[in-house]
Nanobody
Framework: QVHLVESGGGSVQSGGSLRLACAASEHSYSTYCMGWFRQAPGKEREGVAV???????RYVEAVKGRFTISQDNAKTTLHLQMNNLKPEETAMYYC??????????????????????WGQGTQVTVSS
């Protein structure tokens, strides 16, 4: 069982910053793909940023240069630093995890269906 708990969401003005955190409550995710996804009202959930077990990040084009995904050394907490936020990025942000295996190989992907474990989400609201 994988438990993911997100925090750090909130309300900011356009151009502001937030730092999200995803805590792994039981063990290290050193052999997992970890990622951040978001879902705006009326839209499908989409990948934002993922990180391989070796720390290699991957971003959706829309956030490159503004968002940074990282893990702590123990690989028990995942972060997403979001800078220069835009109103259209208002959404529920979710943390996700998937263990690397013959079924789920590297590199880690940005597709929702590649991840089996999800947190409850944290709301991010960006006002203009």
């Amino acid at each position: 069982q994988v438990h993911l708990v997100e925090s750090g969401g909130g309300s900011v003005q356009s151009g502001g910053s937030l730092r999200l955190a995803c805590a792994a409550s039981e063990h290290s995710y050193s052999t997992y793909c970890m990622g951040w996804f978001r879902q705006a009202p009326g839209k499908e959930r989409e990948g934002v940023a993922v990180i391989d077990p070796d720390g290699s990040p991957r971003y959706v084009e829309a956030v490159k240069g503004r968002f940074t995904i990282s893990q702590d050394n123990a690989k028990t907490t995942l972060h997403l630093q979001m800078n220069n936020l835009k109103p259209e990025e208002t959404a529920m942000y979710y943390c996700a995890a998937e263990e690397v295996s013959p079924r789920r190989r590297l590199p880690c992907g940005l597709r929702v269906d590649e991840y089996d474990w999800w947190g409850q989400g944290t709301q991010v609201t960006v006002s203009s």
